[in-house]
């Protein structure tokens, strides 16, 4: 198993999830994957992009689950894998590419159940960020110069998406705080300050464990 260090990081949406990875990931000198993980896993699975980016972080509510990871082992040509529903599809080689990453490189990766898949691994720092709805409201009415309305609306919908996604696919509750190392809020510490927070506890993370 690969000794890199990979955070990966569950959000709220418009919680400024994103920003902070891709900001935390540049001070690390490191590379930051969230919609790039969606291109490589399409790429490698000989998918269409287009199918990952229409079932990304989408819940399901068909087939087993078990069935899915039994497939996993079998790799993308097996008449399993080629008879499975897509959003499954989607799923397993989202899974596979987010391995392979983490096996190659130290990176940040948002979202897409990276700390479920990366379980095993004993360098990985799962953080998820939260913040005030009204914050998050308000970032995202200014990101895409929506209503109050609209800008409340999508963000019920994008997390009840992405809950139920995370709760389907994983043993665990997305959002709950025993899922992760660290649950920030950034309506408090902000983008910077949960940055400095993180880097903080994984340097606390490297002197507890020699090997990181």
């Known amino acids: 198993m690969s000794n890199n260090t990979v955070i990966t990081i569950g959000r709220q949406y418009g919680s400024a999830g994103r920003e ?4 935390l990931a540049k001070e690390l000198g490191i590379n930051c994957y969230d919609k790039e993980l ?3 896993a399409a790429k490698e699975s000989g998918l269409c992009e287009e199918l990952f980016e229409n079932h990304d972080e989408k819940p399901t509510n068909s087939f087993l689950y078990s069935l899915v990871m039994d497939t996993y082992s079998l790799g993308y040509s097996s008449s399993a894998f080629i008879d499975m529903p897509l959003n499954h599809k989607v799923f397993l080689a989202q899974f596979d590419a987010i ?3 983490a096996n190659q490189e130290s ?6 159940c990276a700390d ?3 379980a095993d691994y004993k360098n990985c ?3 998820f960020i939260h913040a005030k709805l009204e914050d998050r409201i308000k970032r995202i009415v ?8 609209k800008a409340k609306d ?3 919908k994008t997390d009840k998406s992405r809950s139920s996604y995370y709760n389907y696919y994983t043993s665990k509750r997305w959002g709950e705080t025993s899922s992760y190392h660290l649950a920030l809020d950034s309506s408090i510490v902000g983008v910077e300050g949960a940055v400095k927070i993180i880097r903080d506890y994984l340097e606390y993370m490297q002197k507890d464990t020699p090997h990181i």
Do not use: D, F
């Open 20 to 23: 902070i990875g891709q900001l």
């Open 38 to 40: 969606l291109k490589k």
């Open 99 to 101: 391995k392979k990453i």
């Open 107 to 112: 990176c940040v990766i948002v979202g897409r």
């Open 116 to 118: 479920y898949a990366l």
């Open 125 to 127: 720092l799962n953080v």
């Open 142 to 149: 200014e990101k895409y110069n929506l209503t109050e309305a």
């Open 154 to 156: 999508l963000i019920h």
